[in-house]
């Protein structure tokens, strides 16, 4: 299980692997961008209230914005704290880089409050690639992007169908409050977000245009249920 946390302003993304605490980032200084890794380190406490002790250090070669910051990179401690507010995971987080190069934060600590990125429905209620806030894959930077593991129906009209595809024959059904988690098919791939025309969104296309009809996700027990808000909605990872 991994979950993502946001900064207020959106310029902070960190991705967490809650069972070893492993994680990468990406943030903008000064308007550039940087991003790195977590090393997994000392953790103490219980989940939702907790303290990770560890280091980080960015990726050389991510801030490109001119020839001589090719090889840019900042490293140093990394500490946080995971609590749980109003049913989700918060975390006070801070950087404290004490070497690199071309760092600009080398005695100048950051820290930030950044809340579990739940998926946030469209005006329709739809969840897409676009807007679920799939976060990027683990382990060791391999940035695939999934879909939001933990979901919870909420329909109230009735058992919740689930099809053997899109719009397909009725497979087996959920009861409202049942918890369902995001599947993925035999070749890995990590979007569990397709169309009514049974197509799966490239990482790429990021537009809800590029979906055929409404969107239905996979679940675990490989079959689909219409991702809209009516129907279900996703957890926080502090409900583990």
Known sequence: MASSYVSANGSTRLLLDEKNWYGEYQTQINGKVWAGEITPGRILGHTGNRAMYSSFKDNPGVVLES???????????????????????????????????????????ITL?????????????????????EWYGLPNGQNEFHTWDLWQVVDASGPLSC?????????????????????????????????????????????????????????????????????????SGSKI
């Not at 995971?89 to 080398?106: F, H, I, M, T």
């Not at 409050?113 to 676009?130: C, H, Q, S, T, W």
């Not at 959920?174 to 049974?198: C, K, V």
Request: net charge positive.
């Open 113 to 133: 409050r950044l809340v579990e990125a739940l998926p946030i429905a469209d005006k329709k209620g739809d969840y897409f690639f676009e807007n679920s806030k």
């Open 67 to 109: 020839p001589d910051e090719v090889n840019s990179f900042c490293s140093g401690g990394f500490t946080a704290i995971q609590t749980v507010e109003n049913g989700r995971y918060v975390l006070k987080a801070r950087w404290s880089a004490s070497e690199g190069k071309n760092c600009p934060g080398v005695g100048q600590p």
């Open 163 to 235: 099809r053997v595809k899109p719009n397909g024959k009725i497979m087996k059904t959920y009861r409202r409050g049942d918890r369902i988690t995001a599947g993925y098919d035999g070749r890995g791939h990590a979007s569990a977000i397709l169309g009514a025309d049974n197509k799966e969104t490239h990482p790429s296309a990021l537009n809800p245009s590029s979906i055929k009809g409404a969107p239905w996700m996979r679940t675990s027990d490989k079959c689909f249920v219409r991702a809209n808000r009516q129907y279900i909605q996703p957890l």
